[in-house]
């Protein structure tokens, strides 16, 4: 059932202003959007990755507060209109309390499916205490306006600061950006914030992971980068694509940051490949090519540069992890994550150049 609080309950803060800190938007120091990429000229980029850079998928706000009640007021660019990913995902946001590796999921906003503004209280009656909140941005739709909900005692304060600068920026498809997760802090790549104590960047555009440079160019203008995923296999209608533009998407990257560990991920299994052979041949194609890739780059000297296979992401869970055959459910990005998880360790820790 919704909750919503009285407003004279409440003071209505804007997370836009301190001590509130907007992560997981790249651009968000130098012009304080909720957007995925830099707003560009009409016609710099192809008009959807435009339209699917305000998918605020990655997004947080992070802050401290004892806050006995604590609510979000929103306004959405549209209604939900997805037909197979839960409107928690695409229009709602959800609550983590607890400091670095140490959040726990406590809600997630309720709202009428047609909904495209909505009010919600995620807690009241709490005792005082200060407590470290992270609010996570919904995965599949743009936000106009967003304001925090506090009591009209309640104090708040900085979240406490990343351990590293370094962030981790990722590139792909709708897995990437999150589908078909039930809840935004079920995308694989904000599970994976919460294990590691830096900021996380999602580049997944829906449909549209397809190597652009212009794409790879805004990724190589980020501001310390401390590794790159590049998992947009599946968004490429054929392997010739991926052959076309992997390359030059990989070269883009290296002409900026010659030493920034770079992860290239093949595409995760279909979990029709056990009717559908050509799917699967289709796939070990592709990830034969990528291997290869790699390999060749690597052995011109880039030590920077790593490979893994995406089937590996969701082992024995293949065929039971998705939503549609495509999409990984809740226990799909929860595989994904935990075999990401030592991986990245190693690579941030400096093992990618062995």
Not at 8 to 13: G, N, Q, T, V
Not at 70 to 96: M, Q, S, W
Not at 205 to 215: A, K, L, R, T, V
């Amino acid at each position: 059932m919704e909750r919503t609080a009285p407003n004279d309950e409440l003071k209505w803060l804007s997370p836009d202003e301190a001590p509130f800190q907007i992560a997981g938007f790249a651009w968000w120091a130098k012009e304080r959007k909720y957007r995925r990429l830099p707003v560009t000229a009409p016609g710099a980029i192809r008009e959807i990755l435009d339209e699917l850079a305000y998918h605020t998928s990655g997004g947080q706000i992070r802050f401290r507060t004892n806050a006995t009640k604590l609510a979000i007021r929103v306004k959405l660019f549209a209604p939900n209109a997805a037909e197979h990913i839960p409107a928690t995902a695409v229009n709602g946001f959800d609550c983590y309390l607890g400091g670095p590796g140490e959040q726990q999921y406590f809600g997630t906003t309720r709202f009428p499916h047609d909904a495209d503004h909505y009010e919600y209280a995620f807690f009241e009656g709490l005792e005082p205490e200060m407590r470290a909140v992270t609010l996570n941005f919904p995965l599949f739709q743009g936000v106009h306006e967003v304001r925090i909900g506090v009591d009209s005692e309640a104090c708040l304060l900085d979240y406490p600061a990343y351990a590293s600068d370094r962030k981790v920026v990722l590139y792909g498809t709708s897995i990437t950006q999150g589908g078909c997760a039930s809840r935004p802090g079920m995308s694989y790549t904000n599970m994976l914030s919460r294990r590691f104590d830096r900021e996380f960047i999602n580049l997944g555009f829906s449909g549209n992971g397809q190597g652009d440079p212009e794409i790879a160019t805004f990724m190589s203008e980020i501001d310390d980068p401390g590794c790159f995923v590049i998992d947009y296999d599946a968004n490429n209608p054929h392997i010739d694509h991926l052959i076309r533009t992997m390359p030059e998407f990989l070269r883009i990257l290296r002409s900026r940051h010659a030493e920034v560990p770079i992860l290239v991920l093949s595409r995760i299994p279909y979990g029709y490949e056990h009717v559908l052979t050509t799917s699967r041949q289709d796939r070990i194609a592709r990830r034969d090519y990528q291997r290869e890739l790699v390999e060749r780059l690597r052995g011109l000297g880039d030590r920077y540069i790593a490979f893994y296979d995406g089937a590996d992401l969701t082992g024995d869970l293949w065929n039971e992890c998705t939503v549609d055959g495509v999409h990984p459910t809740d226990l799909g990005f929860m595989s994904i994550a935990d075999r990401l998880t030592p991986i990245l360790q190693t690579i941030l820790n400096g093992g990618s150049k062995q």
